[in-house]
């Protein structure tokens, strides 16, 4: 990277801070802008005030019901569907280890 772009310089923390603040400094020296910097501001948000409030009064949200359940379904899994439980059914065998039918 260094070849075509050249190397990033490498800054000791203090440094970084030191810049930092100094940055800080430059813009806290500035102090506030003048009011007729602010005037464009001002009057686009009175405008918004008005129109705010001359809409009509937004809709209430009615309170939320509490859930309630009738019906609870559990899900036919295939183990369940051949009715015999689970743990009594013999494990399935490879067609390979099955006797043959002659």
Do not use: C, N
């Not at 800054?11 to 007729?36: K, M």
């Not at 948000?45 to 008005?50: K, P, W, Y």
């Not at 689970?86 to 490879?94: D, Q, S, T, V």
């Amino acid at each position: 990277m260094g070849k075509y772009f050249g190397r990033e310089p490498r800054y000791s923390r203090e440094e970084i801070e030191r810049q930092a603040q100094e940055a800080i400094d430059a813009r806290v020296g500035l102090g506030r802008p003048p009011a007729e910097d602010w005037a464009p501001l001002e009057a686009r948000l009175a405008e918004l005030d008005r129109a705010m409030a001359a809409q009509w009064p937004a809709p209430t949200v009615p309170e939320s019901q509490p859930l309630q359940l009738h019906e609870v379904r559990v899900p036919k899994t295939p183990a369940m569907a051949s009715g015999v439980p689970a743990r009594l059914r013999l494990p399935k065998r490879p067609v390979g280890a099955r006797p043959a039918a002659d």
